[in-house]
DNA sequence: TAGATTGTTAATCGATTAACAATC
DNA sequence: TAGATTGTTAATCGATTAACAATC
């Protein structure tokens, strides 16, 4: 049975995590690049910006091609629109924002998600006080309504920001309805299928992390 | 002079990076076993828990001392404590909060943080309109003010919630009044010298690397 | 004491970096 | 063509895991 996974990437070398995580980041610094009108860099410029080394920009290039030229570097539009292409950033994602207190309605009122692709369609709350309202232009659902909002909008990403103990419920809602990438946060790790892809945002889990070295008079890195 | 370093942590074996960063999981982790009224747990147990290998958390913890009995495991309430005072949650953490906007207002109302030893002590902005605004209990003072306000109320860790333009700027303001601490919510990777420590809360990115997923029909991990 | 689990060493795995032939 | 930089292979580094003697 696991077998046959073993087959579904055609003979494509498996990328590494570390490497798709570290994508966004190249796209995030060849915009900046574009914007300032330079055309043309070179693995060693991307890695001065990146503060990585040239060699492992390389590397992680070229699991998905050769999109350079030796001895010149590469055209920054080029490998940025390929690096888009890669990332599935060229479409639109539709997302759903499960949980409308304060962090919920900054979520949906932050303007940076639109522009690279992400389009808010949809926000559910269960407090019969939110249902109704309207919040960064969009009527919030009551998350009973869960399953239809996500076929109607064709929600392929869910953010989550419920109270901790609602969570797991809300995630193994969203697993059911056929979401396969969910941006929780709240502290905890939910659970999910192997199928299913979680990122948690926990500032708390930042900050004590820093007091180790704040205490210990060390630095990281 | 790089070579002094090398005797400053006095023969201490340096402890990774990444086993810091799983420190404040574990700690989660106990605490929840704690209140359930579990007294003893062992590294198989605290694994599943925590989707780690006993073995990972047995080496972790070894960087650290002896923590455990064998034949037995850990006693939950001795480890928890152990671990909150190696990473310095045992005292408490002045905040300073720069940057009022949607966001700063939320995190400023956010009830997570001060439970753990995190006290938000100060609010600051640029804008004319919101210095002199109750937020949260606190007024909001002018960024003018930072290096006095930062010695005033002792802050160690400063929370970094500003427009992307002024965020390296504030950055290197905070550095500067010697803050050593920097949680930075803006979409960009401030420079510091090595003895600060930044974590960058960036959902942009996170989305980013589950669209790869989504759109190659594979899944991380 | 017998059984269980730690703490630690050694083996494995995977990611990063260095080096260089290919080639623009 | 000469010089520069890529793409890729091999070497290195570091983190994870397995194994087991120590010991509760």
Redesign the interface.
Known sequence: MASNFDH??HGRTEVP?VV??R???Y??TLTQLLSEGVQIANSQQLGEKL?ITPAQIRKDLSYFGRFGKQGRGYNVNHLLEELRQ????T?T?N?AVVGVG??G??IL??P??TP?G?QLVAALDDNPDVVGQDVGGLTVQPVAQLNDVIQRHEV??A?VAVPIAYTQGVVDRLVECGV??I?NYA?I?P?VP????V?N?D??????????????G????
């Open positions: 579904e990437n995590d798709v995580s994508l966004p980041q796209v995030r503060q890669i990332l599935g950033l479409v994602w997302v304060r962090l309605r900054a009122s932050y940076g998600f690279d992400f392929s990403i953010i396969k990438a941006l502290p790790m659970q192997e199928h299913v892809n990122r945002i500032p708390l889990l930042s900050l004590q992390s820093m007091t180790y070295y704040l205490a210990n060390t630095v990281s890195e």
